[in-house]
């Protein structure tokens, strides 16, 4: 019983600090602007190199 009530506790820490990340990652702007390498093989001049 000892193990279970660990391992909820080792859980409950790796959803925090999974969340800790996520929220890192929105606040630091990673998810701005999601289209733009999405759009840049779409607008790509491949005239200057021919």
Not at 32 to 42: F, G, P, R, V, Y
Request: proline share 0%.
């Amino acid at each position: 019983m000892d193990v279970f009530f660990l391992l909820i506790a080792l859980s409950v820490g790796v959803v925090i600090v999974i969340g800790i990340f996520l929220m890192w990652a929105v606040f630091a702007g990673q998810f701005d602007d999601t289209e733009k390498n999405a759009n840049s093989i779409l607008e790509d001049d491949d005239t200057e190199n021919s």
